[in-house]
C-alpha cells in the first residue's frame, strides 16, 4: 500500500482572487474543500475552525447554503433564504440583513461540513443538517436575541 508523505499547507488569500480560481476548478468537476472565514453563519459553523466541503451549483434550492457573489469580487457563503425567478435572497445564519443576488451569481452549493475538526462530514442533505435548518429558520423572529446571547457565550466560555 502507498502512502503520500504530502504534507497539507494553508495558505491565506484575498477572496476576490481566490474564488474566480475555486469556480474554475469546480467548472472543471472537481470539489472543494474551504475552511470558512467569518461569523455570518454562527452559531454552528466559526470561524477558521470549520471547513465547507463544495462543488458547482447546478440549481438553487432555498434552504441550501451556497457560495454566491453578492458583489465585484464579494463572495459569501450563506443559505438560500428565498428564490423568485432569477432573483436569488441569501440570509448567513449568524445574520440579520438579508443579501441579494440572481441565480447566475450563486457559483457553488455545499455538499457538507466538517465541523469542530472532525473527519466526518455533515451532509447538508442529512438528517442532522435539515433538522438544524428547520429549527434555525423557524427561530428567525426571535434570532437576534439567541445570536446576542451565543456571542456573550464565546466572550465568556468560547465556540460551542
Known amino acids: 500500500m502507498l502512502q503520500s508523505n504530502k504534507k497539507k499547507r494553508e495558505l491565506t488569500v484575498d477572496n476576490a482572487e481566490l474564488f474566480p480560481f475555486l469556480v474554475s476548478l469546480m467548472e472543471q468537476g472537481h470539489t472543494v474543500t474551504l475552511k470558512l472565514k467569518g461569523v455570518s453563519m454562527r452559531p454552528f459553523l466559526e470561524d477558521e475552525r470549520d471547513v465547507a466541503l463544495m462543488r458547482l451549483a447546478t440549481e438553487v434550492v432555498e434552504g441550501e ?41 450563486v457559483k457553488a452549493q455545499v455538499i457538507g461540513f466538517y465541523r469542530k475538526g472532525r473527519q466526518t462530514l455533515d451532509r447538508v442533505d442529512g438528517r442532522k443538517w435539515r433538522a438544524y435548518s428547520c429549527v434555525w429558520m423557524r427561530l428567525r423572529p426571535v434570532r437576534r436575541y439567541l445570536l446576542a446571547i451565543y456571542r456573550r457565550w464565546i466572550r465568556l466560555f468560547g465556540p460551542i
Open 65 to 105: 447554503p451556497v457560495l454566491a457573489e453578492v458583489g465585484k469580487g464579494h463572495f459569501v457563503l450563506h443559505r438560500v433564504l428565498k428564490v423568485e425567478g432569477e432573483e436569488v435572497t441569501l440570509l448567513g445564519d449568524g445574520n440579520l440583513a438579508t443579501e441579494h443576488c440572481t441565480k447566475g451569481d
